[in-house]
Structures are given as C-alpha cells and as structure tokens.
C-alpha cells in the first residue's frame, strides 16, 4: 500500500508570492523585487506600498483577470509531481478557497477552483485529487495521513502535535530559530523526495 501524503500548492510548487507581487506592481505602483521572497507570510506585511492599498479589492481583482491560472510554477514541479505520484498516494490540499469563502461569492470562489484545475492540467498533473480546505490537519486525520509537503510554518508546527510530519519548503517566509519535532525543512524538490522516502 502506497504511503499517503499532502501536497499543499502555493509555496510549495506554486510560486504564489512572485505572480502576485508582479501584478501588484503593475497595477498598483508597488515597488517590489520579484524575484525576493518576502520575509513575511501576511501580505499586509509585505510593504512597498502595499500598505496603501484595499487588499481584498486587489486580490479580488487579481483572481477575477485569470491571477490563478497564471501563476509560475518553481522549477522541477512537474517532475516532482509525478515521481510523487508514482510512489505515493497524493491529496492536493490548498486553502485557496478556504481563505476568503467569507468575503467572495460562489462565482469567484468557483472561478478559483476552475483556474486552479486548469493550471494542474496545463502541467500534467492530475486534478482528481484536487481538494479545497482551510484546515488541513483534520483532513489529515480523517484521510490517514500522516506526512504534508508544506510551506507554512504555522501548519507545520500545528501538524507536529498531532503528530503529523511536515516536509517544510524553505521559504523566507517561515524561518526559525529552533528546530520542531517532526518537521523537515528541506531547500529543493530532491531533498523533499529523499526526506519523504526516509519517512514513508
């Protein structure tokens, strides 16, 4: 039986901060360095000029021109992906929706869900397996998995005492000082495989 794991999207193989900031200084005179993650992953932290703007009109904005479907994905993904694939059993897991289902309608929600299929689909990945949750550790819990690829510190330490291991891309975004039990911290896709096969 194949080892069930969780593959979160934005962070991990979906360069979220990059495509986002890029239209935010197209469209809304901020001045960011794309190609600098940022040291924070609360956009309202970002800076640049950010802080003059109404975020959730300009994320609205954002996915309603197609933002989703055009997101860069890091380079290796769809390798990455599909050796994942071959050797494990795989949940796609994003809170994409889960973080606004509050502030946006059932249209642009669906919009999101639609761009995000389309955009596996574009890089050969797979989209059954595609789930919408905010709360990944009950999922977790619920599906019998006990390893997640991740990019948030903050599920990674909440997976941790519930006794879920977190495979941690490095990011800017969520350095520490200390090291957690049951959390890896890898820099690329082959440590994140090597990690993953120690583990499953």
Same mark, same amino acid.
């Given at each position: 039986? %194949?080892?069930?794991?969780?593959?979160?999207?934005?962070?991990?193989?979906?360069?979220?901060?990059?495509?986002?900031?890029?239209?935010?200084?197209?469209?809304?005179?901020?001045?960011?360095? &794309?190609?600098?993650?940022?040291? *924070?992953?609360?956009?309202?932290?970002?800076?640049?000029?950010?802080?003059?703007?109404?975020?959730?009109?300009?994320?609205?904005?954002? &996915?309603?021109?197609?933002?989703?479907?055009?997101?860069? *994905?890091?380079?290796?993904?769809?390798?990455?992906?599909?050796?994942?694939?071959?050797?494990?059993?795989?949940?796609?897991?994003?809170?994409?929706?889960?973080?606004?289902?509050?502030?946006?309608? %059932?249209?642009?929600?669906?919009?999101?869900?639609?761009?995000?299929?389309?955009?596996?689909?574009?890089?050969?990945?797979?989209? #059954?397996?595609?789930?919408?949750?905010? #709360?990944?550790?009950?999922?977790?819990?619920?599906?019998?998995?006990?390893?997640?690829?991740?990019?948030?510190?903050?599920?990674?330490?909440?997976?941790?005492?519930?006794?879920?291991?977190?495979?941690?891309?490095?990011?800017?975004?969520?350095?520490?000082?200390?090291?957690?039990?049951?959390?890896?911290?890898?820099?690329?896709?082959?440590?994140?495989?090597?990690?993953?096969?120690?583990? *499953?």
């Amino acid at each position: 039986m %194949k080892a069930k794991i969780l593959l979160d999207l934005d962070g991990v193989i979906a360069n979220f901060c990059y495509s986002f900031r890029d239209f935010l200084n197209k469209n809304y005179n901020c001045n960011f360095n &794309i190609d600098v993650e940022p040291a *924070s992953y609360d956009i309202g932290d970002w800076g640049c000029g950010i802080e003059n703007i109404n975020i959730d009109e300009v994320v609205s904005a954002w &996915i309603k021109q197609g933002g989703f479907s055009q997101i860069p *994905s890091y380079p290796g993904t769809e390798d990455f992906v599909q050796s994942l694939m071959s050797n494990y059993d795989v949940s796609i897991v994003t809170a994409r929706v889960g973080d606004w289902d509050q502030k946006f309608s %059932k249209n642009v929600q669906n919009k999101i869900k639609q761009d995000t299929s389309d955009w596996l689909q574009k890089r050969n990945i797979p989209a #059954d397996r595609l789930f919408f949750i905010h #709360d990944k550790i009950p999922f977790c819990q619920e599906n019998e998995i006990s390893i997640i690829i991740e990019d948030k510190l903050e599920t990674a330490i909440k997976a941790s005492k519930e006794k879920v291991h977190t495979i941690l891309m490095n990011r800017e975004y969520n350095q520490s000082k200390s090291e957690r039990l049951r959390v890896y911290r890898v820099y690329d896709f082959n440590e994140a495989l090597v990690q993953l096969s120690k583990l *499953s």
